[in-house]
């Protein structure tokens, strides 16, 4: 296997440039797999598409294995073509290993949160918190900010960390008008406990901060100008270490988001160019399939992608589809156990069926791109409820992996085999297309349409655990496509400021775990 470590480099613009057009060129011909959708893979036989050879190595190939493509790990049995293509896959991805932050940020302390602060929060959010706010405390003491803006605060977890455990004057924008609330009455939850404690601890400190709630949706860059220049200028609680570090009386501001959605992640990126008061951003992005797209002929874009004059004058495009790809996580494939791959796996072959229906029966709905919501998860929980009550009906038996449907039937009196297991199936697809149909407003079908319908894709239902795990491999590879392209853009405003990209959580616990750090220098 070539060692991919030291081959790409973002250090520079010219050396992301540089990696930057290798991912283009490599996924040019991968295109049929980008801009596709696998809801249409029946309806387009987007089988076709793939390499007969890849494809009749993958289709016996065993669930896990298959889990394990979009991390880049191949089997030696497969086609060599295949080989190079996972391989070269995972050399052009930015590595995605939590980095070793006190390397990174001198002095960083990354405290466990106290049962307080950590209320409502669950596993994945506090660890986030955690990480964050102290990459934030020490980057705002580095560059004796006076406040910290968050933006799209959600509820405010991050905010109130850093305004109570690490004693920082914080605003908090968010668009809901009902986060806002939430939020104002947390802090004021966590403001007596803290209260308290600094009574009978430190009374000559005072009453802790509680962070600034602005509720506003941030639709421009002047628009969060503007609602950055209401923060407080000055902490209650004062704070020694930042004494003598701003020379001026002007505002000092740090731009902070813990995966702030689609365009708000570029506006705060591109705040912190304009807005001189803004000595520092860090910013964690999510939702690319929300990011607006295009304007490559327009100087003055204000569009999510590209943003990078490098990007805009190669003329380089990606479309909703690959947006869409570029939040699969790599990780939380590999993770997933064999009997959820295998779910997730059918539960696509139901939604790509059901669109056969659509075209069939309903071919007026097909030009509204209609969306079923989360019937994929319902269904799952549902099966999975089944299959612990069977299990507890039957005294022997396998209920893993290719068992999952045959085993209800067969401890139940009936015949097991395939015959079994394909009416099982049947069922599930029936009972995923009356939901989908009820949610989509449409009159219900008889079954024998369903019947019709099923029998037609079944053959081919095998495929498309191979096809997703393909395509979901690329999925990396167009996040890492995105997240440079900021990057690009800092690096091309020159030296009087540096620019990194680093991830900072745990990609098993937040796969979206890169962040983009700017500060003026």
């Known amino acids: 296997m070539e060692d991919c470590s030291q081959k790409y480099s973002c250090r520079t613009a010219k050396k992301t440039l540089e990696w930057i057009n290798a991912i283009v060129t490599f996924i040019k011909p991968y295109a049929f797999l980008t801009n596709a959708h696998v809801t249409n893979f029946f309806t387009h036989k987007l089988w076709q598409s793939i390499d007969p050879d890849w494809l009749h190595c993958l289709r016996n190939e065993p669930v896990q294995n298959l889990l394990l493509i979009p991390c880049g790990i191949i089997q030696e049995h497969w086609p060599a073509s295949l080989k190079e293509f996972v391989l070269d896959l995972k050399c052009l991805a930015f590595p995605r290993e939590q980095a070793h932050l006190n390397k990174l940020f001198p002095g960083v302390n990354v405290v ?66 009902h986060h806002g609330t939430v939020m104002e009455k947390r802090a004021e939850r966590i403001k007596k406990h803290y209260t308290a404690q600094m009574r009978k601890h430190y009374p000559e400190i005072g009453i802790p901060n509680v962070p600034k709630t602005i509720t506003s949706r941030v639709m421009s860059i002047d628009m969060l100008k503007a609602l950055t220049s209401m923060s407080p200028h000055i902490d209650n609680v004062k704070r020694p270490e930042l004494i003598g570090q701003v020379a001026d009386d002007k505002t ?25 008061d ?19 002929d327009i100087a003055g874009s204000q569009c999510g992608f590209p943003m990078s004059y490098g990007v805009k004058s190669a003329g380089i495009s990606l479309g909703k589809s690959s947006r869409d790809l570029a939040c699969q996580s790599a990780e939380r494939w590999r993770i997933l156990k064999e009997d959820a791959g295998l779910h997730n796996f059918e ?7 059901f669109q056969m229906v659509l075209c069939k029966y309903y071919p007026e709905i097909i030009t509204s791109s209609p969306s079923i919501g989360r019937q994929g998860k319902v269904l799952r929980r549902q ?35 395939n015959e079994t297991a394909a009416a099982n199936k049947f069922l599930l697809f029936e009972k995923f ?6 949610c989509l407003g449409l009159k219900s079908l008889q079954e024998t349409h369903f019947h019709e319908i099923w029998k037609e894709a079944e053959p081919f239902a095998e495929l498309i655990g191979p096809y997703w ?49 700017a500060k003026r220098i």
């Open 112 to 177: 466990s949160l106290n049962s307080v602060l950590a209320q409502g929060m669950n596993f994945k959010k506090k660890h986030e918190v955690e990480v964050l706010s102290a990459v934030v405390s020490s980057i705002a003491n580095s560059v004796g900010a006076q406040t910290i803006v968050d933006v799209g605060a959600g509820q405010g977890y991050l905010a109130q960390v850093l305004s109570f455990q690490y004693q920082h004057s914080v605003v908090a924008i968010d668009a809901c008008s």
């Open 252 to 276: 000092s501001l740090i731009l902070a988001g813990l995966h702030a959605c689609g365009d708000l992640s570029v506006t705060m990126l591109k705040t912190f160019i304009e807005c001189k």
């Open 278 to 296: 803004v000595k520092a951003v860090v910013s964690i992005g999510c939702c690319y399939n929300l990011l607006s797209e295009g304007c490559l």
């Open 347 to 353: 539960l696509h072959a139901f939604r790509a069926a």
């Open 383 to 417: 099966q999975q409820r089944r299959i612990l009550q069977s299990s507890i009906n039957c005294e022997e038996g396998d209920y893993s992996g290719s068992a999952l449907y045959s085993h209800e039937f067969s401890c139940n009196g009936g015949t097991s085999g």
């Open 433 to 438: 297309s009356q939901s989908g149909l009820s």
């Open 469 to 517: 795990s393909l395509r979901a491999a690329l999925g990396p590879l167009l996040e890492t496509l995105l997240l440079l392209d900021r990057l690009l853009f800092l690096q091309e405003q020159g030296s009087s400021l540096e620019a990194i990209m680093v991830p900072i959580f745990d990609p098993a616990l937040s796969p979206r775990n890169v962040a983009i750090i």
